[in-house]
């Protein structure tokens, strides 16, 4: 499994840009997928996430600016960020976690992008 995030760049502040994460692998469709984030200083944290279903969660610092979604045809997830701001800034990566059993031992593998680096300027 291989995730290759893009997309990053930089805007201004009020600005739109939108990150795709491709995944490689039989495993899309079923998984939900992740966009996190970590800035400068600062530890990792989930910004949205998509069910296999399409449900949506988003954390509070970016509900109504940023969108999720994803398109199982195409093994993709977007990340549709709006209306930024400079505390936006950090490098932004997509997730997937995949679990496996082995008798009665449950496996959380986790698969990360690259990251991609979002830069909003005031």
């Known amino acids: 499994v291989q995730l290759q995030a893009s997309g990053g760049g930089l805007v201004q502040a009020g600005g739109s840009l939108r990150l795709s994460c491709v995944v490689s692998g039989n495993i899309f469709s079923g998984n939900a997928m992740d966009w996190y984030r970590q800035a400068p200083g600062k530890e990792r944290e989930l910004v949205a996430t998509i069910t296999a279903g399409g449900s949506t969660n988003y954390a509070d610092s970016v509900k109504g600016r940023f969108t999720i979604a994803r398109d199982n045809a195409k093994n993709t997830v977007y990340l549709q960020m709006n209306s930024l701001k400079p505390e936006d800034t950090a490098v932004y990566y997509c997730?997937?976690?995949?679990?496996?059993?082995?008798?009665?031992?449950?496996?959380?593998?986790?698969?990360w992008g690259q990251g991609t680096l979002v830069t909003v300027s005031s």
């Open positions: 997730h997937t976690k995949i679990v496996t059993r082995k008798g009665w031992t449950r496996y959380d593998n986790n698969y």
